[in-house]
Nanobody
């Protein structure tokens, strides 16, 4: 049974940084594409970033490019999202997702496993 457990969320001020973690179990982590999505109140879940199984390919939504960095540690079965220069509009529940292979990897229905999310709130 696949389990993805996010952590690291919290309440911060605009301009601050946070690092989210997602610990995975029940899957061959090193063979999975990992991604972060987020969902703000009243909005659809949206793509934030994804990373290939090797860690060599990374993609970001335009809204977070140059501020967020995705990384992974296959020895620890963990994927991270370093979030810098946080903005009020980054406020959302952040979800970790996994799948063995994707085409674009930017749509929710491409991913087979999801965590329960961690809340990130950025105040002005």
């Amino acid at each position: 049974q696949v389990q993805l457990v996010e952590s690291g969320g919290g309440l911060v001020q605009a301009g601050d940084s946070l690092r989210l973690s997602c610990a995975a179990s029940g899957l061959t982590f090193s063979m999975n594409v990992m991604a972060w999505f987020r969902q703000a109140p009243g909005k659809e879940r949206e793509f934030v970033s994804r990373i290939s199984w090797s860690g060599l390919s990374k993609y970001y939504a335009d809204s977070v490019k140059d501020r967020f960095t995705i990384s992974r540690d296959n020895a620890k079965n963990t994927v991270y999202l370093q979030m810098n220069s946080l903005k009020v509009e980054d406020t959302a529940v952040y979800y970790c997702a996994a799948v063995e292979s994707v085409s674009r990897g930017m749509e929710t229905d491409e991913y087979s496993s999801w965590g329960h999310g961690t809340q990130v709130t950025v105040s002005s």
